[in-house]
T-cell receptor, first 112, second 110 residues
Framework: DVKVTQSSRYLVKRTGEKVFLECVQDMDHENMFWYRQDPGLGLRLIYFSYDVKMKEKGDIPEGYSVSREKKERFSLILESASTNQTSMYLC???????????FGSGTQLSVL | RKEVEQDPGPFNVPEGATVAFNCTYS??????FFWYRQDCRKEPKLLMSVYSSGNEDGRFTAQLNRASQYISLLIRDSKLSDSATYLCVVSPGNFNKFYFGSGTKLNVKP
């Protein structure tokens, strides 16, 4: 089974802090994604990556950046956390284009 | 117009009931279709991929109607453990894009 691991299940940060969310997948998948999920808004794509060092903006990239230095690891960075970034963050990976998504267990981030 | 639309529910059904969800999509060029299950405060997990010919996995049956641009999920003999939110996910033919429905909440009651 594919395993997508997110480093933290719950995280509490203060406004203005720099926040790193880590995601690792163990199946050599090419594509990795970061989503956030909010009640009433569903899942929204922040960034995705289709190869090492390659990244594409999703629908809501403002306030976020990403890093993919190794194929298995995709990091989401909140440069200066704000309260409106309080959300559930979900990492996902797929083997190929339009293949099924495998999700990590999510990080519930609270920014105070 | 949203790319993928689902009835948010909730659908409240007794154990043993048959329940069906529909999901409509707007892009006729869509290539891949999936149903995911999401429990409260957990990640979405793949329930089924949906194929043109329809497919069945135990009590679950998924169908695709390209002409009318919808997919459906049928759950027979509902169990308490089926209570969850069911997400419809559609991927068009181009690069790595997935569109999510807002989810349909199912409550199975004893």
């Amino acid at each position: 089974d594919v395993k997508v691991t997110q480093s933290s299940r719950y995280l509490v940060k203060r406004t203005g802090e720099k926040v790193f969310l880590e995601c690792v997948q163990d199946m050599d998948h090419e594509n990795m994604f970061w989503y956030r999920q909010d009640p009433g808004l569903g899942l929204r794509l922040i960034y995705f990556s289709y190869d090492v060092k390659m990244k594409e903006k999703g629908d809501i990239p403002e306030g976020y950046s990403v890093s993919r230095e190794k194929k298995e690891r995709f990091s989401l960075i909140l440069e200066s956390a704000s309260t409106n970034q309080t959300s559930m963050y979900l990492c996902a990976s797929t083997e190929g284009k339009n293949e099924k998504l495998f999700f990590g267990s999510g990080t519930q981030l609270s920014v105070l | 117009r949203k790319e993928v639309e689902q009835d948010p529910g909730p659908f409240n059904v007794p154990e043993g009931a048959t329940v069906a969800f529909n999901c409509t999509y707007s892009n006729s060029a869509s290539q891949s279709f999936f149903w995911y299950r999401q429990d409260c405060r957990k990640e979405p997990k793949l329930l089924m991929s949906v194929y043109s010919s329809g497919n069945e996995d135990g009590r679950f049956t998924a169908q695709l109607n390209r002409a009318s641009q919808y997919i459906s999920l049928l759950i027979r003999d509902s169990k308490l453990s089926d209570s969850a939110t069911y997400l419809c996910v559609v991927s068009p033919g181009n690069f790595n894009k997935f569109y999510f429905g807002s989810g349909t909440k199912l409550n199975v009651k004893p």
